[in-house]
């Protein structure tokens, strides 16, 4: 099964131990009403772990992503194992606003946060 996300604003954060991009779907006074965060977090006890938050529901861990694949304003991640916290999804797919401050995000953090699961595709 696969879902399908729409924003309008892609932004890319860098922590402590921690890359962020984070997707946003505002209305028209800013106020945020859904979002998705994607986090790559390095920890000295543990490995790399990818994590996924949309609206205050978080998942993720060392073996969340299969593979992502971006192709100009569509990201599609691909999940090792069903998410049950998102109904049984397998695939979600992100699209974004073609704006140049989206693209910049998506540049600078897309292989940041996803690393080796980003694959084929082009930017």
Not at 4 to 11: G, H, I, K, L, W
Not at 43 to 62: L, P, R
């Amino acid at each position: 099964m696969t879902e399908s996300r729409q924003y309008d604003t892609v932004a890319f954060d860098v922590r402590d131990n921690a890359t962020m991009l984070f997707f946003a779907k505002t209305t028209d006074d800013g106020d945020i009403n859904d979002y998705l965060l994607l986090m790559r977090t390095i920890d000295e006890e543990f490995d790399e772990s990818i994590y996924i938050e949309i609206n205050e529901q978080q998942f993720g861990g060392h073996n969340l992503i299969r593979e992502a694949g971006l192709t100009g304003n569509v990201l599609t991640l691909r999940l090792h194992e069903p998410a049950a916290e998102l109904g049984g999804i397998a695939d979600i797919v992100l699209t974004w606003s073609d704006t140049t401050e989206n693209q910049d995000s998506i540049e600078s953090g897309a292989f940041r946060v996803l690393g080796d699961t980003l694959v084929g595709g082009n930017a």
